[in-house]
Nanobody
Framework: QVQLVESGGGLVQPGGSLKLSCAASRSIVNIDLMRWYRQAPGKERELVAGITSNSATNYANSVKGRFTVSRDNAKNTVYLQMNSLKPEDTAVYYC??????????WGQGTQVTVSS
């Protein structure tokens, strides 16, 4: 079992940047996949970015070129660097850890609001 705690959310103007962190309660070296999801009001939760244990990454089309996911195994932390933020990026962002094939853990989420 692993506990996940997100941080780094807040209010930012359009075009600004934020860096989210997801701190795990144990080593992330053996976690097969770590992902960032987001959920906006009235919408379904959607996958934003993911990173494997081998640091392969994938991104939703809507954030490609603007967001970067990374991991620091020594700090048991995964990051989401978000640049060129848009109002439509406003959502609660969740960290997800996956032990394949189907063991999932979630953080509590951190609010990101993009507004002038």
């Amino acid at each position: 079992q692993v506990q996940l705690v997100e941080s780094g959310g807040g209010l930012v103007q359009p075009g600004g940047s934020l860096k989210l962190s997801c701190a795990a309660s144990r080593s992330i070296v053996n976690i097969d996949l770590m992902r960032w999801y987001r959920q906006a009001p009235g919408k379904e939760r959607e996958l934003v970015a993911g990173i494997t244990s081998n640091s392969a990454t994938n991104y939703a089309n809507s954030v490609k070129g603007r967001f970067t996911v990374s991991r620091d195994n020594a700090k048991n932390t995964v990051y989401l660097q978000m640049n060129s933020l848009k109002p439509e990026d406003t959502a609660v962002y969740y960290c997800n850890a996956v032990y394949l094939p189907n063991e999932n853990y979630w953080g509590q989420g951190t609010q990101v609001t993009v507004s002038s």
